[in-house]
């Protein structure tokens, strides 16, 4: 039903690029904005890791260069029976992590040193669990599709808006066409973007929790990555907002307008897995800071007199 669901919302979201393109250029317009769409998508499809990657300057790490991060995501790919991604490490202080790559075959996950030093091991596991979700249920050529898609028609609106501009002081503009290309596209293209975002982080939140068997460190990540993650600044989400659809929790971006369900829904749904595995009930919510040293939150925050406690997947091996 998932996956029935994601392909009507992405033909919709494809339907209503060529609605555009006809509203700006009658029947050639649609079959342009098909064919530029489609242009777009095996663009994407073929470049979309290298892009998200690259904008990240992420760098590859291995067993030599990181050895606890790169046998931890080993081992999960073994659990989850997916091949082995390509694993990199993003040298930034936001807590963060993703996934990328056309299919399990060619996919590649990241998580930023921020991550790697906030986290206790196992939550870091449950973290990297949700990201091979997305691979498993080939989520992240999708979700860049829907992006390539949605970008494109925002770019189609704003050209459509001095396009239309100019008609209207010639006396020959459409208010209604107008409306539709300015507001209504853009405005409809994001409500389907995060529809189709929404119900995959649920299904990689449940694939995460099965792969590594403990949901309940996922709950506790997504809590202290959301806690920090309003705190401490994002400079690549900064300047291109839609990466911030790539991260398990998305920075400084409203429940009402952003492609992730609330992070306390998410727990909830979690602690609901986690009584059907039957594990041990236990409280987590998401706060506005780091919870300090708890059964949940191994890492207490560090007093001045005190350094500062690394993970132990730190990459820097301190």
Excluded: C
């Excluded at 202080?93 to 040193?113: L, S, Y």
């Excluded at 249920?137 to 028609?153: C, S």
């Amino acid at each position: 039903m998932s996956g029935m669901k994601t392909t009507m919302l992405l033909a919709a979201l494809t339907a209503l690029f060529m609605a555009l393109g006809y509203t700006l250029g009658g029947s050639g317009g649609a079959v342009i904005a098909l064919l530029v769409a489609a242009g777009m998508n095996f663009f994407t499809f073929w470049n979309a890791d290298k892009i998200v990657l690259r904008m990240h300057d992420a760098r590859e790490v291995d067993a030599q260069s990181a050895p606890d991060f790169y046998n931890l995501v080993r081992d999960l790919a073994q659990r989850a029976q997916l091949p082995m991604p390509r694993v990199y490490i993003i040298d930034q202080d936001a807590p963060n992590a993703f996934a990328t790559g056309r299919n399990p075959d060619n996919a590649a996950v990241a998580a930023t040193t921020g991550l790697l030093e906030m986290l206790s091991r196992d939550e870091v596991a449950g973290v990297m669990a949700h990201e091979l979700g997305h691979v498993k249920n080939r989520d992240t050529l999708i979700m860049t599709m829907v992006a390539t898609i949605a970008g494109a028609i925002s770019m189609l609106a704003n050209f459509g808006l001095f396009f239309r501009s100019s008609d209207n002081e010639n006396g020959h503009g459409n208010m209604i066409a107008s409306l539709l290309a300015v507001i209504v596209a853009p405005f409809a293209a994001m409500i389907v973007q995060m529809a189709i975002s929404r119900t995959r982080e649920y299904g990689a939140d449940r694939a995460g929790a099965e792969i590594s068997g403990n949901p309940h460190a996922l709950a506790s990540a997504l809590a202290k990555i959301a806690g920090q993650a309003e705190r401490i600044p994002n400079p690549v989400a900064e300047r291109n907002p839609a990466a911030a659809q790539l991260y398990i929790v998305p920075t400084h971006v409203s429940e009402l307008f952003s492609t992730h369900p609330a992070t306390e829904k998410r727990i909830a749904a979690l602690q609901d897995i986690a009584a059907d595995m039957g594990a041990p009930a236990l409280r987590v919510t998401a706060t506005s800071a780091v919870p300090r040293a708890s059964a949940l939150s191994p890492h207490a925050a560090p007093s001045k007199d005190q350094p500062r406690r690394r993970s132990a997947l730190d990459p820097n091996g301190r």
